[in-house]
T-cell receptor, first 115, second 117 residues
Framework: AQSVAQPEDQVNVAEGNPLTVKCTYSVSGNPYLFWYVQYPNRGLQFLLKYITGDNLVKGSYGFEAEFNKSQTSFHLKKPSALVSDSALYFCAVRDPTGTASKLTFGTGTRLQVTL | GAGVSQSPRYKVTKRGQDVALRCDPISGHVSLYWYRQALGQGPEFLTYFNYEAQQDKSGLPNDRFSAERPEGSISTLTIQRTEQRDSAMYRC???????????????FGPGTRLTVL
């Protein structure tokens, strides 16, 4: 069975500093990995995904994520945080070897960026 | 250029009543997914469709839950005889291609917040 862990319930960072939101996964084959962001009263918005190829994936709003197969991790990063980045972030995994197409999500990490 | 839409956005009902939640996917998207998100948790898979065919309903918690997509576009998730434990955010997503391990991105709607009193 596939699973995702987001070990931090909340991450606090000052505006202008780099941010990292951690994600580790467990899947039987090579994973497809996704990051979504949830703003209050809005739906989940897609940020980026890793399918294959370059381990560093660039996405929306200046976010990027690094796939590390040996550590089974897919951490979300941004070089310089903005107050407007404050939101709830979800990591998700999809197992391409099975027939199921569902995404399995982590429990989410709340990012708080302060001035 | 509309995204996934869901209605109603909020639904309050009394225990024992039936509710129907609607999802209108992005135009032309073949696959449609339903998820349920409890407070403080990530979304959990309920069921998905390719066109009008329900491919996987393994996430539906019991037989009070059902879903349909009769014409391969709009989908309805129905919960019969609602219980307080059914209270949650119900999210719909769609993707462009047929699923089965594809690399497609799922795009989510705003969700329907269901409260069962």
């Amino acid at each position: 069975a596939q699973s995702v862990a987001q070990p931090e319930d909340q991450v606090n960072v000052a505006e202008g500093n780099p941010l990292t939101v951690k994600c580790t996964y467990s899947v039987s084959g090579n994973p497809y990995l996704f990051w979504y962001v949830q703003y209050p009263n809005r739906g989940l918005q897609f940020l980026l995904k890793y399918i294959t190829g370059d381990n560093l994936v660039k996405g929306s709003y200046g976010f990027e994520a690094e796939f590390n197969k040996s550590q089974t991790s897919f951490h979300l990063k941004k070089p310089s945080a903005l107050v407007s980045d404050s939101a709830l972030y979800f990591c998700a995994v999809r197992d391409p070897t099975g027939t199921a197409s569902k995404l399995t999500f982590g429990t989410g990490t709340r990012l708080q960026v302060t001035l | 250029g509309a995204g996934v839409s869901q209605s109603p956005r909020y639904k309050v009902t009394k225990r024992g009543q039936d509710v129907a939640l609607r999802c209108d996917p992005i135009s032309g998207h073949v696959s449609l997914y339903w998820y349920r998100q409890a407070l403080g948790q990530g979304p959990e898979f309920l069921t998905y469709f390719n066109y009008e065919a329900q491919q996987d309903k393994s996430g539906l918690p019991n037989d009070r839950f059902s879903a349909e997509r009769p014409e391969g576009s709009i989908s309805t998730l129905t919960i019969q005889r609602t219980e307080q434990r059914d209270s949650a955010m119900y999210r719909c997503a769609s993707s462009r291609l047929s699923s089965g391990g594809s690399t497609d991105t799922q795009y989510f709607g705003p969700g329907t917040r269901l409260t069962v009193l």
